[in-house]
């Protein structure tokens, strides 16, 4: 049978869909993609934001009407906040048992039944173990899942559970496989990634401390970590390491602390430069990308303006903006003073703008300099890399992916560096 695996939303996402495809390809299924006609469609979703919401029923509802006999499998986040929904799905996995998704398919070609496996929140890690990344440079490695931060516009903890951990020693064994497979970099990825170790009496130092010893592994790269969790004992593992990369993306959500205080976010201000003016005190270049809400509730122009210049301040190289999207059953959801979507997205593209500028005005420090690039495409005769702080760099030619070039940048245009090899 053929069998179509789509993705929406975080890394984690991207890591289970990997697992998904690795375990149908070892249970004989071919692989289709999203315009083919195939038997079953598994659609990992998410719930995040409104938009989220509507792409997820979207696809669910275009590989439905492409094959009205397939088995259509919705996963996680949005099925198991709208566990309670009359959708077109035969099988409905929240985010319990997406490991278990052969069985499944099984069961359900067995007894031509529809299965529902929602709000069945996990207390321990589900373990996931890749062994290959296909099509791809570099690997994620979910290493955590859940979070309990609770913050108040957030649906993420009600859909995904409690803080759970892998083992280190697997994290280590899982890491030393997809190096040996010439994987020269590994993102680590999880929920709430720099809680890692909560649950199993370690933490997120120490999981770096056993990467970097890891012989072979050429970059370690965090996708994302709240700024409370750059503790000095990790601060001093980035310090003394040259495999951790010169990138952190770091969330504020906001550049006020009357709204940091309404979202229930764990720091202020003062909290969030201290940390960054360390951060740079031991990576003098590093780049720090940061998510930021517009138009959360009770957000005036003057808080927003205050968002604008903490923006400049922080020097940001790129920031993910998102409107705020109301989440049933969320604290903000409930909250008076919402604010209307054309301000929410006058303010979106405010800073959208300041995020370009910003990030040129980074990236336009590299011009004149040799930089490391690990190349990963090549398109119409132009390689396509990234440097270790996650500029995208372009040269002339064709250079094989997954390897390690000097390149001279020229210039900067649009949104990359450019540039030449230099042997």
Not at 4 to 15: A, E, I, P, S
Not at 339 to 351: G, H, P
């Amino acid at each position: 049978m053929k069998a179509c695996v789509y993705t929406l939303g975080c890394k984690v996402n991207t890591y289970e869909s990997e697992y998904i495809l690795s375990k149908l390809i070892d249970s004989g299924y071919t692989i289709g993609n999203l315009d083919e006609i195939c038997d079953v469609y598994i659609i990992n979703t998410c719930t995040i934001t409104n938009t989220a919401d509507i792409k997820s029923k979207k696809i669910i509802n275009r590989v439905r009407r492409l094959n009205p006999n397939s088995c259509v499998v919705a996963l996680g986040c949005f099925v198991e906040d709208h566990k309670d929904d009359d959708l077109d799905i035969d099988i409905y996995v929240g985010n319990k048992d997406k490991s278990k998704i052969i069985e499944l398919l099984d069961c359900y070609f067995t007894n031509k039944e529809p299965i529902r496996r929602v709000g069945l929140l996990k207390d321990k890690f589900e373990n996931m173990f890749i062994t290959d990344f296909k099509n791809r440079c570099r690997a994620f490695v979910k290493v955590q899942d859940g979070c309990e931060n609770f913050c108040s516009y957030c649906i993420i903890p009600y859909v995904r559970g409690k803080c759970r951990s892998k083992e280190l020693n697997t994290v280590v064994n899982e890491v030393k496989t997809l190096v040996s497979k010439g994987f020269n970099e590994i993102v680590l990825t999880g929920i709430h990634t720099g809680n890692y170790g909560v649950d199993i009496n370690t933490n997120f130092a120490n999981l770096l401390k056993a990467l970097i010893k890891i012989k072979g592994l050429k970059r370690l790269r965090i996708s994302s970590i709240e700024v409370t969790e750059l503790t000095n004992e990790v601060l001093d593992v980035i310090k003394d390491s040259e495999i951790i990369v010169d990138h952190l993306h770091i969330p504020l959500q906001a550049g006020s602390d009357k709204i940091l205080k309404l979202m229930n976010r764990k720091y202020d201000l003062n909290y969030f430069n201290d940390k960054l003016n360390k951060i740079r005190a031991i990576r003098p270049n590093i780049s720090i990308t940061a998510d930021i809400i517009v138009g959360f509730p009770n957000e005036t122009e003057e808080d927003f303006k205050e968002t604008l210049e903490n923006s400049k301040h922080f020097a940001f190289t790129k920031i993910h903006v998102f409107p705020y999207s109301i989440r049933k059953g969320t604290v903000a959801s409930t909250m008076t003073g919402q604010i209307e979507s054309s301000i929410k997205k006058e303010r979106a593209r405010r800073l959208l703008s300041l995020s370009k500028e910003l990030e040129k005005e980074y990236a336009n420090k590299f011009v004149g300099k040799t930089l490391e690039v690990l190349f990963e495409e090549t398109k119409d005769g132009i390689s396509i890399g990234h440097t270790s702080n996650y500029l995208k760099v372009k040269v002339k030619g064709n250079i094989n992916s997954n390897t390690f070039k000097n390149v001279k940048i020229n210039s900067y245009l649009l949104d990359s560096l450019i540039g030449e090899i230099n042997e």
